[in-house]
């Protein structure tokens, strides 16, 4: 039962402490006399929705507390148990309403969430207003009522401590496997998944669905996806590549389909931004088939998993590189992608265009070129773009078809701007060697590949995922520092 609130600066209430007594109490009064303000109150201090136009004129802030007594097995009680929440002696909310709307809830002195406090309030105090709905036909009621009726209260309560029990596992295992992790990163433990594998005498079947075009990086990705298939006896693996046509959804919406029928144990695919796409990546994940996306995302699907590096952060690395090394004036720059379909390139135009705006707010960005990682079309793209502005500053090409966009600059003899692109191979060391390029931002094509192997067969096993071991790191790359 309730036995005191208290009320500091709420509304009309400068201070005001009532103590009430077993049976039943009635508050009377005429209307404006502050009858709904202490309901308000009560509400408040039982998680009821917060508002600063409840603190009193010229307060900072106002507070309820409300006090209960109730017996060591009431529900309140045991709801406080499941949490962790200590619920020795009487149970005592507390609401700090403040002025600007911001509110802050304690039971018994510790800080709960407002939800939390709702919940417990729940099962304490019922207030019926003339159009307010009752327990009778709140569906979170309907069990309790159910029980009560079947007489199974005995069992209620067996059943609550064993799941207090199970919950308390719970966090102890959530716990101990932070610890374990913490210990792994620190030490840079790698774990023996050859020998694991061969213990267990498991074999992993999996499936890579990657673009057939013919730019370095997706040709040194399929190459470590091949190195990893003449391993597979090692690792109890059994890799099939599927190639598709580039930035194509519907080929590659097929071919997701067509490896679901084969029922690996995961698919790891370089993914395009499309709904059909994310529609066969789910019909893969809801037939038990983990599902890893490659070099770029897919948010919003079911996959597993993304490996590749944080592009975001790699087009923000470009912009503030791209910054420093242009002198402080106005300028225009331009950007070369691959296609906005893919996410990955848009994530790094985001974060590009995101730091010249802040930080470098005289530089201005061009339209972008959509080259589709074809030489050819970049080598035309950008020679026309060089050809029509002279001036140009600057040029961040951040998808593939280096070997087009080098070609362009080679032949260009007017002034040549700085030029930023991705993946150090052959060809973009040697432009920086010459000049041709000023940087170069590189992600470990095998590290994805064996990433998605390693978390592939994880999930096919239940097991989780050590994130900080699977995390892909952006390499940057000058003429002075080339491997």
């Not at 709420?10 to 009858?35: C, H, P």
């Not at 997706?218 to 690792?235: D, I, Q, T």
């Not at 802040?358 to 970049?378: K, M, N, Q, T, Y």
Request: with cysteine; proline share 2%.
């Amino acid at each position: 039962m309730l036995v005191q609130l208290s009320i500091r600066d709420i509304v009309l209430i400068e201070r005001l402490d009532l103590g009430f007594e077993a049976g039943l109490s009635v508050l009377t009064g005429e209307t404006g006399a502050g009858k709904s303000i202490l309901l308000d109150s009560l509400s408040l201090a039982l998680g009821g929705r917060g508002d600063g136009g409840l603190v009193r004129h010229g307060e900072d802030k106002g507070q309820v507390t409300a006090t209960f007594e109730v017996g060591m097995d009431h529900p309140a009680r045991l709801l406080l148990r499941e949490n962790g929440l200590d619920d020795d002696g009487d149970l005592i909310f507390r609401r700090v309403q403040s002025a600007d709307g911001r509110t802050k809830a304690y039971v018994n002195d510790q800080a709960v969430s407002v939800q939390m406090m709702r919940q417990l309030g729940q099962h304490l105090v019922e207030i019926h207003g003339q159009h307010d709905d009752r327990a009778l036909v709140d569906t979170n009621a309907h069990r309790a009522l159910l029980d009560a009726f079947a007489g199974l209260s005995d069992e209620v309560v067996s059943v609550q401590g064993l799941y207090r029990t199970w919950k308390d596992a719970e966090r102890g295992l959530k716990v101990h496997r932070a610890k374990v992790e913490a210990a792994i990163s620190e030490l840079g433990y790698v774990r023996d998944i050859a020998a694991a594998n061969l213990a267990k005498g498991r074999s992993y079947a999996l499936v890579f669905i990657l673009p057939n075009n013919d730019n370095s990086f997706m040709a040194g990705l399929r190459n470590e996806v091949r190195c990893a298939a003449s391993r597979s006896y090692v690792e109890r693996t059994s890799i099939r590549i599927i190639e598709v046509p580039p930035f194509d959804a519907a080929a590659l919406t097929q071919a997701l389909d067509v490896a679901r029928l084969e029922k690996p144990s995961g698919v790891a695919f370089v993914a395009i931004d499309s709904e059909d796409v994310v529609e066969a990546t789910d019909r893969l994940a809801d037939s038990g088939i983990a599902v890893v996306t490659l070099v770029s995302d897919l948010t919003g699907s079911k996959r597993d998993h993304f490996a590749g590096v944080d592009n975001a952060a790699a087009g923000r690395t470009a912009a503030r590189l791209m910054g420093r090394f242009l002198p402080r004036e106005a300028a225009e720059i331009a950007v070369l992608a691959g296609s906005m379909l893919v996410k990955d390139h848009r994530e790094r135009l985001a974060g590009f265009e995101g730091v010249i705006e802040a930080e470098f707010p005289h530089l201005s960005i061009r339209p972008v070129l959509e080259g589709r990682d074809d030489a050819d079309r970049v080598d035309a793209l950008v020679a026309e773009t060089l050809r029509d502005n002279p001036r140009l500053a600057g040029l961040y090409s951040l998808g593939a078809g280096n070997r087009g966009l080098i070609r362009a600059l080679k032949a260009h003899d007017g002034f040549r701007p700085c030029v930023i692109a991705h993946e150090l191979n052959d060809t973009t060391a040697a432009a920086l060697r010459d000049g041709v390029l000023d940087a170069v931002l590189n992600q470990d094509a095998g590290h994805e590949v064996r990433s998605a192997i390693r978390v592939l067969k994880a999930r096919a096993d239940g097991l989780t995922v050590i994130e900080a071991q699977e995390r892909i790191r952006i390499d940057i790359f000058l003429r002075d520092n080339l491997p």
